[in-house]
Nanobody
Framework: QGRLAESGGGLVQPGESLRLSCVGS????????????VAWFRQAPGKEPEGVSC???????HYVDSVKGRFTISRDDVKNTVYLQMDNLKPEDTAVYYC???????????????????RGQGTQVTVSS
């Protein structure tokens, strides 16, 4: 069965950067992330999950307004990994970040991303001075 695993979170100061990684596993069933839309969403304490970014099966990228110009999503099909480069981090970016896929080609809407069926365990990002 395919699985996702996030890494790369941490504690940083405002203005600093982090790169999150999402690795797909389950090679026996071909859980190849390169074929599917993969999204990042986040959840801060006491808040609803919020879609952040998505890369489609055709590598079209999508971002919510709050992260446009600061975050960059990309994929490395050889490593079966999707990245989220986060620059100029702000305290309001503090959350647990998850990657997720519905094993579909398209990203659909940001509201859909937290509802994708397969997700990892999450990685904590804390931005604080």
């Amino acid at each position: 069965q395919g699985r996702l695993a996030e890494s790369g979170g941490g504690l940083v100061q405002p203005g600093e950067s982090l790169r999150l990684s999402c690795v797909g596993s389950g090679a026996a069933q071909g859980f190849g992330l390169g074929y599917y839309a993969v999204a990042w969403f986040r959840q801060a304490p006491g808040k609803e999950p919020e879609g952040v970014s998505c890369i489609s099966g055709g590598s079209r990228t999508h971002y919510v307004d709050s992260v446009k110009g600061r975050f960059t999503i990309s994929r490395d099909d050889v490593k079966n990994t999707v990245y989220l480069q986060m620059d100029n981090l702000k305290p309001e970016d503090t959350a647990v970040y998850y990657c997720a896929t519905d094993q579909m080609h398209s990203c659909f809407r940001p509201d859909d991303w937290p509802r994708f069926a397969s997700r990892g365990q999450g990685t904590q990002v804390t931005v604080s001075s």
